[in-house]
């Protein structure tokens, strides 16, 4: 069921939160309404997340999430995410606040780009994402897994992990 939208109070809206990799591969989104804030996403999303990625984590070695202000949370709540599931959260601090991050933690948020690289790729390749058209989640998570495919695909084709010659019909996957 779709929420409604905050700037517009009679139109229903929905919201994605995803986790992308540096190689700008999202991983499965939760769409949900457009009510509910970014960090309560945060538990579900790590639930997602595969296996592989943490299970090398340890609590000197942890797994870093970077994300933008909305997905800032409080201290206890990245400590016990550290301590139970050894995954840190780098959130940049918003604005107004006078607190400011230290040099490593600055140095992640550059990165930061990948994600909105991500963001643009899904709202122009894949307009049926960024205007959200239909009134079941289930359709909409449909488009963001067929649009998934195609970003993983194009990937691959780049990085020469899959040869596709159209002519004789050949597809070769490394």
């Known amino acids: ?92 601090y918003k604005k107004n606040m006078k607190r400011r991050k230290n040099e490593p933690n600055r140095k992640l948020l550059k990165k930061r780009h990948k994600i909105e690289n991500v963001n643009a790729v899904l709202k122009r390749s894949h307009k049926r994402t960024a205007v959200v058209k239909d009134r079941k989640m289930e359709v909409l998570k449909t488009w963001f897994t067929l649009a998934r495919i195609m970003i993983i695909s194009k990937f691959l084709i780049q990085h020469k992990k899959i040869i596709i010659n159209n002519k004789k019909r050949t597809y070769l996957f490394v």
């Open 1 to 92: 069921m779709a929420g409604f939208c905050y700037k517009l109070k009679g139109k229903r809206s929905m919201k994605a939160n995803f986790i992308s990799d540096n190689n700008m591969i999202m991983y499965e989104p939760i769409i949900s309404n457009s009510q509910p804030h970014d960090s309560t996403f945060i538990e579900p999303l790590i639930d997602l997340f595969p296996s592989k990625l943490t299970e090398n984590a340890t609590y000197n070695n942890c797994l870093t999430i970077t994300g933008d202000a909305g997905y800032l949370i409080n201290k206890q709540s990245n400590l016990n995410l550290r301590n139970t599931k050894h995954i840190s959260i780098n959130a940049a």
